[in-house]
């Protein structure tokens, strides 16, 4: 099992382009999360999907931010226009039902200039 | 607004020691807690977990305790290793699937 793969690892764009984060979750995982890391806040769940269907989306932070997940083995997430207060480590996760917690991917390491 | 707190940013302690990490939660119908782990440029990973309805759960060096009362848990590592160095995330259980993080505590051990 390669677990949840994230591309890319790292990105740098300037302020107004268009992000696309990207995921692949663990084959048979039925959940998918997507989390931000500050130094304020720590994890921050953005948005969460099961059965690729979204569930909650309430942490999105405004309507730059989208997140779609067209089959159960990938997800993105999209900001447009980036800003740079949106620079943070993005990560992805999944799991299955269930109390144990989930796996994550490495991170995408965004910076905005 | 941040329904799980972890207010020490960091802490230091010799190796061989016991490392005591906090936690304060303000939503009671939480009902799983989790504490995870993070090294520099990977995901987290699920170090212990504890539900609800108990106060304490120990696997191996690491042991989580649940004061529900005063919505506090902590977790334990007896003894502290070199290896674990690294950023820790306590996280609860929100409904079905969803789990809400703290801020984290970075963890230094020293020789």
């Known amino acids: 099992d390669a677990g949840v793969i994230q591309s890319p690892r790292h990105e740098v764009t300037e302020m107004g382009q268009e992000v696309t984060l990207r995921c692949k979750p663990i084959?048979?995982?039925?959940?998918l999360f997507w989390y931000r890391q500050t130094m304020m806040r720590g994890l921050e769940l953005l948005i969460y999907?099961?059965?690729?269907?979204?569930?909650?989306d309430s942490g999105m932070p405004e309507d730059r931010f989208s997140a779609k997940m067209p089959n159960a083995s990938f997800s993105t997430l999209k900001i447009q226009p980036s800003e740079p207060r949106d620079s943070a480590v993005y990560f992805c996760?999944?799991?299955?039902?269930?109390?144990?917690?989930?796996?994550f991917g490495s991170g995408t390491r965004l910076t905005v200039v | 607004d941040q329904q799980v707190k972890q207010n020490s940013p960091s802490l230091s302690v010799q190796e061989g020691r016991i490392s005591i990490l906090n936690c304060d939660y303000t939503?009671?119908?939480?009902?799983?807690f989790l504490w995870y782990k993070k090294y520099p440029a990977e995901g987290p990973t699920f170090l212990i977990s504890?539900?609800?309805?108990?106060d304490k759960n120990e696997d191996g060096r690491f042991t989580v305790f649940l004061n529900k009362s005063a919505k506090h848990l902590s977790l334990h590592i007896v003894p502290s290793q070199p290896g674990d160095s690294a950023v820790y995330f306590c996280?609860?259980?929100?409904?079905?699937?969803?789990?809400?993080f703290g801020q984290g505590t970075r963890l230094t051990i020293n020789p």
């Open positions: 504890i539900s609800s309805i108990k």
């Open positions: 996760a999944s799991s299955r039902i269930g109390p144990l917690g989930y796996t």
């Open positions: 996280a609860a259980r929100e409904g079905a699937q969803k789990l809400v």
């Open positions: 939503n009671s119908m939480f009902d799983y």
């Open positions: 999907f099961n059965n690729n269907v979204p569930i909650d």
């Open positions: 084959s048979g995982h039925d959940y």
